[in-house]
Protein backbone atom coordinates (compact mmCIF):
# COMPACT_ATOMS: atom_id res chain seq x y z
CA UNK A 1 0.00 0.00 0.00
CA UNK A 2 2.70 2.52 0.54
CA UNK A 3 4.11 1.80 -3.00
CA UNK A 4 0.73 3.19 -4.17
CA UNK A 5 0.77 6.08 -2.24
CA UNK A 6 4.41 6.95 -3.29
CA UNK A 7 3.03 5.98 -7.24
CA UNK A 8 0.06 8.73 -6.98
CA UNK A 9 3.02 12.00 -6.17
CA UNK A 10 4.48 11.06 -9.35
CA UNK A 11 3.19 13.24 -12.01
CA UNK A 12 2.69 11.89 -15.63
CA UNK A 13 2.34 14.09 -18.15
CA UNK A 14 -0.09 13.20 -20.75
CA UNK A 15 2.38 12.31 -23.66
CA UNK A 16 3.24 9.68 -21.31
CA UNK A 17 -0.14 8.46 -20.10
CA UNK A 18 -0.73 8.01 -23.90
CA UNK A 19 2.25 6.16 -24.30
CA UNK A 20 2.36 3.45 -21.15
CA UNK A 21 -1.55 3.37 -22.68
CA UNK A 22 -0.49 2.36 -26.11
CA UNK A 23 2.04 -0.32 -24.75
CA UNK A 24 0.10 -1.79 -22.01
CA UNK A 25 -2.94 -2.45 -24.84
CA UNK A 26 -0.34 -3.37 -27.52
CA UNK A 27 1.87 -5.41 -25.01
CA UNK A 28 -0.24 -8.99 -25.93
CA UNK A 29 0.97 -8.46 -29.91
CA UNK A 30 3.90 -7.71 -28.98
CA UNK A 31 5.83 -11.31 -29.70
CA UNK A 32 3.83 -11.67 -33.32
CA UNK A 33 5.40 -8.45 -33.61
CA UNK A 34 9.04 -9.19 -32.89
CA UNK A 35 8.48 -12.35 -34.75
CA UNK A 36 6.97 -10.30 -37.87
CA UNK A 37 9.92 -7.96 -37.60
CA UNK A 38 12.50 -10.42 -37.36
CA UNK A 39 11.24 -12.09 -40.62
CA UNK A 40 11.43 -8.65 -42.67
CA UNK A 41 15.05 -8.54 -41.62
CA UNK A 42 15.82 -12.31 -43.03
CA UNK A 43 14.15 -11.34 -45.89
CA UNK A 44 16.84 -8.54 -46.13
CA UNK A 45 19.43 -10.54 -45.52
CA UNK A 46 18.77 -14.22 -47.39
CA UNK A 47 21.54 -16.82 -46.33
CA UNK A 48 22.45 -14.70 -43.42
CA UNK A 49 23.16 -16.54 -40.18
CA UNK A 50 20.23 -15.56 -37.61
CA UNK A 51 23.12 -13.68 -34.95
CA UNK A 52 23.86 -11.52 -38.29
CA UNK A 53 20.22 -10.51 -38.96
CA UNK A 54 19.53 -9.98 -35.07
CA UNK A 55 22.95 -7.87 -35.12
CA UNK A 56 24.00 -7.25 -37.86
CA UNK A 57 27.69 -7.95 -36.87
CA UNK A 58 29.10 -10.36 -39.15
CA UNK A 59 31.68 -12.46 -37.56
CA UNK A 60 34.85 -12.85 -38.44
CA UNK A 61 35.16 -16.15 -39.15
CA UNK A 62 32.67 -15.40 -41.73
CA UNK A 63 33.64 -16.95 -45.06
CA UNK A 64 31.62 -13.67 -46.79
CA UNK A 65 33.79 -11.17 -44.97
CA UNK A 66 36.47 -10.62 -47.33
CA UNK A 67 37.39 -7.11 -46.72
CA UNK A 68 36.97 -3.96 -44.54
CA UNK A 69 35.64 -2.66 -47.98
CA UNK A 70 32.81 -4.90 -48.56
CA UNK A 71 32.04 -4.58 -45.16
CA UNK A 72 31.13 -1.00 -45.14
CA UNK A 73 29.27 -1.44 -48.61
CA UNK A 74 27.00 -3.93 -47.18
CA UNK A 75 26.62 -1.58 -44.69
CA UNK A 76 25.32 1.28 -46.47
CA UNK A 77 23.31 -0.60 -49.09
CA UNK A 78 21.40 -2.62 -46.63
CA UNK A 79 21.90 -0.25 -43.51
CA UNK A 80 19.17 2.28 -42.94
CA UNK A 81 16.24 -0.48 -43.12
CA UNK A 82 17.83 -3.09 -41.13
CA UNK A 83 18.80 -0.39 -38.64
CA UNK A 84 15.19 0.76 -38.24
CA UNK A 85 14.04 -2.54 -38.12
CA UNK A 86 16.62 -3.89 -35.33
CA UNK A 87 16.11 -0.92 -33.47
CA UNK A 88 11.92 -1.88 -33.68
CA UNK A 89 13.04 -5.33 -32.15
CA UNK A 90 15.11 -3.82 -29.49
CA UNK A 91 12.34 -1.36 -28.23
CA UNK A 92 9.76 -3.78 -28.15
CA UNK A 93 11.84 -6.66 -26.14
CA UNK A 94 12.78 -3.19 -23.98
CA UNK A 95 9.06 -2.32 -23.45
CA UNK A 96 7.90 -6.35 -23.02
CA UNK A 97 10.85 -6.44 -20.32
CA UNK A 98 9.61 -3.30 -18.25
CA UNK A 99 6.12 -3.78 -18.34
CA UNK A 100 6.60 -7.73 -17.03
CA UNK A 101 8.72 -6.52 -14.64
CA UNK A 102 5.78 -3.59 -13.54
CA UNK A 103 3.37 -6.93 -13.65
CA UNK A 104 5.46 -8.60 -11.32
CA UNK A 105 5.66 -5.52 -8.98
CA UNK A 106 2.11 -4.76 -9.04
CA UNK A 107 -0.13 -6.26 -6.49
CA UNK A 108 -3.17 -8.21 -7.40
CA UNK A 109 -5.21 -5.80 -7.84
CA UNK A 110 -3.05 -4.25 -10.23
CA UNK A 111 -2.39 -7.27 -12.18
CA UNK A 112 -6.57 -7.47 -12.45
CA UNK A 113 -6.73 -4.30 -13.74
CA UNK A 114 -3.94 -5.45 -16.59
CA UNK A 115 -6.02 -8.24 -17.74
CA UNK A 116 -9.54 -6.57 -17.20
CA UNK A 117 -8.88 -3.29 -18.92
CA UNK A 118 -5.97 -3.88 -21.17
CA UNK A 119 -5.53 -7.77 -22.14
CA UNK A 120 -9.48 -8.02 -22.11
CA UNK A 121 -9.84 -4.36 -23.06
CA UNK A 122 -13.10 -3.58 -21.23
CA UNK A 123 -14.42 -0.25 -19.93
CA UNK A 124 -13.27 1.37 -16.67
CA UNK A 125 -16.83 1.56 -15.19
CA UNK A 126 -17.52 -2.29 -15.72
CA UNK A 127 -13.47 -3.07 -14.60
CA UNK A 128 -14.57 -1.37 -11.45
CA UNK A 129 -17.78 -3.20 -11.16
CA UNK A 130 -15.67 -6.60 -11.33
CA UNK A 131 -13.25 -5.70 -8.96
CA UNK A 132 -16.03 -4.34 -6.36
CA UNK A 133 -14.33 -0.98 -6.26
CA UNK A 134 -15.84 2.34 -6.27
CA UNK A 135 -14.98 4.29 -9.09
CA UNK A 136 -13.00 6.62 -7.60
CA UNK A 137 -10.68 3.77 -5.74
CA UNK A 138 -10.44 2.29 -9.16
CA UNK A 139 -9.23 5.21 -10.97
CA UNK A 140 -6.48 5.90 -8.03
CA UNK A 141 -5.20 2.26 -8.23
CA UNK A 142 -5.61 2.61 -11.78
CA UNK A 143 -3.13 5.53 -11.60
CA UNK A 144 -0.71 3.96 -9.41
CA UNK A 145 -0.16 1.15 -11.57
CA UNK A 146 0.17 3.47 -14.87
CA UNK A 147 3.05 5.03 -12.79
CA UNK A 148 4.78 1.89 -12.00
CA UNK A 149 4.53 0.45 -15.44
CA UNK A 150 6.07 4.19 -16.43
CA UNK A 151 9.17 3.65 -13.50
CA UNK A 152 9.73 0.26 -14.81
CA UNK A 153 10.06 1.64 -18.03
CA UNK A 154 12.33 4.52 -16.64
CA UNK A 155 9.51 6.90 -18.12
CA UNK A 156 9.00 8.40 -14.79
Not at 54 to 77: F, K, L
Not at 116 to 137: G, I, N, S
Request: charged residues 30%.
Amino acid sequence: MAENAENLEIELDGKTVRFVHRLLYDYKTFDAAIRQTEAQLEDLFPGRSRSYIITGIIPSHSPVDTSETERWGIERVEGRRAARLRQQIQDKLRWKAGIEEALALADDVGRRIYQLRYAEERPHYRVAKLLDLPQRTYYRLHKSFIVLVAKCLGQA
